[in-house]
């Protein structure tokens, strides 16, 4: 399921010229209120299913020099911790044990008011928590 306000905003898919692991990723972008063009509004992106017993984290990539994107499951909002960063991405994850086995939707959202496009890449469930790194 994809939650975009219609007109206002945008999804892109991205190619693996453009740094994405595998063949495609994801580009939110938030957009104008065709009603009132000075006031930004988000987008998200969602996709409901279920979530493997063994799941602990979830984790994914976004550019470096991107703004951070919310994420939400079940409705609740994640805590997303920065695990890794080179000089081309950054990797976050979440712990998301409490929805281990249950059915619920995952959302990546780039809020309203947020400027440029937001992609992200390599979504995934992990049996195991991590360790945030110290800044």
Same mark, same amino acid.
Request: glycine content about 12%.
């Given at each position: ?15 693996? $010229? ?9 580009? @939110?972008?938030?957009?104008?209120? *065709?009603?009132?063009?000075?006031? @930004? ?5 969602? +996709?409901?299913?279920?979530? *493997? ?24 909002? @994640?805590? @997303? =911790?920065?695990l890794a960063q080179t000089l081309n991405?950054? =990797? ?9 086995? +249950? =059915? ?17 890449? $390599? ?13």
């Open positions: 399921m994809v939650s975009i306000p219609s007109g206002v905003a945008s999804i892109g898919l991205i190619s693996q $010229s453009l740094g994405v692991e595998g063949q495609y990723g994801l580009m @939110l972008q938030s957009g104008a209120d *065709p009603s009132a063009p000075a006031n @930004l509004i988000g987008a998200s992106v969602s +996709q409901s299913g279920l979530i *493997p017993a063994n799941a602990q984290s979830v984790r994914f990539r976004t550019p470096a020099n991107g703004s951070i994107i919310s994420v939400s499951l079940g409705g609740q909002p @994640l805590s @997303l =911790v920065s991405y950054r =990797v976050y994850g979440a712990d998301i044990s409490p929805f281990a086995g +249950q =059915v619920q939707t995952l959302t990546f959202a780039v809020q309203a008011g947020r400027s440029g496009a937001q992609n992200f890449d $390599s979504v995934g469930f992990r049996p195991l928590l991590f360790q945030s790194q110290a800044p």
